[in-house]
């Protein structure tokens, strides 16, 4: 009679289990689904997709689904959804510490840690100032202690929902900005705070009911033993996985158990911390930080995890949060509450932020943006409030009052967030965005397109050459066309791994995904760069144009470079494979937002240094075959004839300059009559009494060219005489065998005198009258060659009145 009580028992628990299941996975897939019908009404306003996913959440939690489920009886949907949301946090957040462009936000750390100080603290301090007033309506009775609501209030209020702005941030392309990381960083360090605030308060003797058996002490000591074995996992994080990397050399991804076994290791060390009663949200962000990013190890991880965290448990997170809303419970006295808090946490955020702003002599608007966007509580804010009513500090209704502060918080930071994007979309668009308007020391930020292997060499080491310091430099994006018209290269076939059946390793056939692959992980090792690989289709110059300008609107970058549509044979002639790779580069070209370079790779050049290898190896004296010698250092070039463009060649060639490892030298061609006087243009007035100097473009650019790097001996500067546009030409081929790198302006805007009569040199529009004249050269001793185009200023039109009739 008892086996048949158990089996009854456990028959329950098990449908009980199965049916709970059944709910979230009902639950979850209606609220993605609303959620995307929802947005496809709000997207259209700039509107991040959290908005709409708690708007569905908020509209399936009211639909009561648990009650048709015979078995299933939800009281806090806290306990139905908690473990769930919390293990997706734990590998979102590793996903955003693996995804984060360290160097970008180490530069940003000075304002950063700022405006965290500042927000914090104004927080804080407001909320013990005000603790006393809301003392009353959010105590249960009888009354525990007033410290510890103050104590639950001032880490409420001061926290930032870490997870909803890395994803808002992401989602609108704002992580590429100044401001965009300014806010992540912030928002990421004000949470991580208030992390180990709360868990210092939580191993209060006051407090002790976080995790049940265990006394405060005992718990102080299992969190520092937990951290001692997140420490021991960081250290050996490294060497594992450079021990998978060698295992999987020349592949693109590695196996599927070593990817779950991966993926189980993250898990369980991410929860390390939450066993004990700590939040696990700063281990995992460490991990994904100190996790390497070369490899086809980062690869395959991030592959993993991107698509069922986007499409999957994010849109359930934000969703999770609505479906805990309870309208039958509602009344003033949550809602109240709930506005009040709202408002206390936007007073102590902007007041916060405009401080820190004003110290930083950023604009008010800006910081005013900032704290209604640090004022995100989000769902995880539920979770480590919700023991403060289990423990006596709150009563109920005041943790009801939190869920509903934090959605109108979550909701109130959609439309600021589309302001937000707004402003910056107009400020990259509309700003001249030129080398030669910035700053030195400002960094850099760079795409490259590549369309396979045999250019990627070349590609990748112009771009560590303008890295001049790899630690401050942001990551750099590599966008790679793969040809989707082989019968090999679908999405099935595309990262296909074959093995040998002999020797159990992979067969060196490889795709063009996975040689371009190899050849980054080599640049990443050698360099200390990041490079982050995007493959997209290669559908034609028009769609493939599309491409370029949405990655350039999500990367934000200074510069674009694009490879030439001509291919060196090994005879030193340059060869058109694909005629519709031109069409491509004009294209791109017409409607670039920042500095266009195109670069002639030149792999079979016979003298001086490649292009072909990283700098620390190409200018070793094993690599050139000067053993016992001096290093050989790359050799580039700057040809300055005049106009925008040719100034942005030589603010290039600057940056060039900035490498130890590169020699560099501008080359002006001049008019032999016009040698003596080139200072300024002067004009006078018929009476000869008043004189104007007109400011020449030119000449500033290589007046200040002459004094901050020829002065302070950083780089070389030459003046060629020239009669005329034929004296041009030899000038240019006399280039050949000098250089590794000639860097030259498009045209278009030289001074007419020098190129006049040029026109039919220039074949290719794309890179103009010297450009090609150096590209078509088939001397094998003639170096790359790299024509810059300067951002077109959109033109000035001024809205005056139609003339009266």
Not at 38 to 52: D, E, F, G, M, V
Not at 173 to 197: D, E, H, W
Not at 438 to 449: F, K, V, Y
Not at 765 to 791: C, F, H, W
């Amino acid at each position: 009679m008892a086996g048949s009580v158990d089996c009854g028992i456990n028959g329950s628990v098990q449908n009980t289990a199965l049916d709970t299941l059944f709910l979230i996975v009902l639950q979850a897939a209606v609220v993605i689904a609303l959620g995307k019908f929802i947005h496809l009404a709000l997207r259209r306003y700039n509107l991040p997709s959290a908005t709409s996913q708690i708007l569905a959440g908020i509209i399936v939690g009211s639909l009561g689904l648990h009650d048709v489920i015979v078995h299933v009886d939800v009281e806090n949907a806290e306990d139905t959804y908690g473990r769930y949301v919390s293990e997706a946090r734990i590998f979102y957040m590793f996903y955003v510490g693996l995804e984060a462009d360290v160097a970008a936000l180490w530069n940003d750390m000075r304002r950063a840690t700022i405006f965290t100080y500042a927000s914090v603290a104004t927080c804080l301090l407001l909320a013990a100032f005000v603790s006393g007033g809301m003392y009353g309506s959010m105590m249960h009775t009888p009354v525990r202690s007033p410290e510890l609501l103050a104590a639950v209030l001032m880490l409420s209020i001061a926290d930032t929902a870490s997870v909803d702005v890395t994803r808002m941030a992401g989602e609108m392309g704002l992580t590429a900005t100044p401001s965009g990381r300014l806010l992540i960083a912030t928002a990421i360090a004000t949470n991580i705070i208030c992390i180990v605030g709360e868990g210092v308060f939580s191993c209060m003797k006051l407090a002790s009911g976080r995790t049940p058996g265990y006394s405060a002490s005992q718990r102080l000591g299992l969190g520092i033993l937990a951290l001692v074995k997140v420490g021991i996992a960081v250290a050996l994080l490294r060497p594992v996985v450079a021990f998978i990397n060698r295992r999987n050399a020349g592949r693109r991804r590695v196996g599927n158990w070593e990817l779950v076994l991966l993926l189980v290791a993250v898990s369980f060390i991410g929860n390390c911390p939450q066993h004990v009663g700590f939040d696990g949200m700063p281990v995992s962000l460490l991990l994904g930080l100190a996790f390497p990013r070369e490899g086809p190890v980062a690869r395959s991880i991030m592959d993993a995890l991107a698509y069922p965290l986007h499409a999957l448990a994010l849109p359930f997170y934000f969703g999770a949060m609505g479906m805990r809303l309870n309208f039958s419970a509602m009344s003033g006295a949550i809602l109240v509450p709930a506005i009040l808090l709202t408002l206390l946490g936007l007073m102590g955020k902007c007041l916060g932020t405009v401080g820190a702003a004003r110290f930083l002599k950023m604009p008010a608007a800006d910081a005013l943006r900032f704290g209604v966007l640090l004022n995100m509580k989000g769902h995880v804010n539920m979770i480590d409030m919700s023991f403060a009513s289990s423990e006596g500090i709150w009563a109920e209704q005041a943790l009801m009052a939190m869920v509903v502060g934090s959605m109108i918080s979550t909701i109130i930071a959609g439309p600021v967030f589309a302001v937000v994007f707004r402003k910056e979309k107009e400020a990259y668009e509309c700003g001249h965005q030129a080398l030669e308007h910035m700053a030195p020391e400002q960094e850099l930020r760079m795409l490259a397109c590549v369309h396979g292997a045999r250019g990627t060499p070349g590609m990748l080491s112009l771009l560590e050459l303008l890295a001049s310091k790899p630690r401050a430099q942001p990551a750099i994006h590599v966008l790679h066309f793969f040809d989707v018209a082989r019968k090999d290269a679908g999405p099935r076939h595309y990262h296909k791994r074959v093995q040998d059946s002999e020797h159990k390793r992979m067969d060196r056939r490889r795709d063009s995904a996975t040689q371009v692959s190899c050849a980054i992980d080599v640049f990443t090792c050698a360099t200390g760069l990041v490079i982050r690989q995007i493959d997209a289709g290669d559908r034609g110059s028009a769609v493939n144009a599309k491409t370029v300008r949405r990655w350039t609107e999500d990367v934000r970058p200074g510069i674009l470079l694009l490879p030439y549509h001509r291919e060196q044979h090994y005879d030193g002639t340059m060869v058109c494979r694909r005629e519709d790779r031109r069409q491509l580069n004009v294209e791109v070209l017409a409607r670039s937002p920042c500095t266009t370079g195109i670069l002639a790779d030149r792999p079979f050049r016979r003298g001086g240094t490649s292009f072909q290898l990283p700098a620390k190896i190409s200018t070793s004296t094993e690599v050139a075959g000067n053993q016992g010698e001096e290093k050989v250092t790359p050799h580039v070039a700057a040809a300055f004839l005049g106009g925008p463009d040719d100034r942005e060649a030589v603010a290039l060639a600057c940056r060039l300059a900035k490498n130890e490892s590169v020699s560099v030298a501008v080359v002006r061609f001049v008019l032999r009559e016009s040698t003596r006087d080139r200072v300024g243009a002067t004009s006078a007035d018929i009476d000869g009494e008043v004189s104007v100097v007109v400011q020449d473009p030119d000449e500033d650019c290589i007046s200040e060219f002459q004094h901050e790097y020829v002065a302070k001996e950083r780089a070389d500067y030459a003046e060629k005489a020239v009669t005329g546009p034929m004296d041009v030409v030899e000038a240019l081929r006399g280039m050949a065998g000098a250089y590794a790198l000639v860097v030259v302006g498009r045209g278009g805007r030289q001074p007419a005198e020098l190129v006049v009569g040029l026109e039919g040199w220039a074949e290719c529009a794309e890179v103009g009258p010297v450009g090609e004249i150096l590209a078509s050269d088939q001397s094998l001793e003639m170096g790359s060659v790299l024509v810059v185009q300067q951002k077109t200023a959109p033109p000035f039109h001024l809205d005056l009145p139609a003339p009266a009739k």
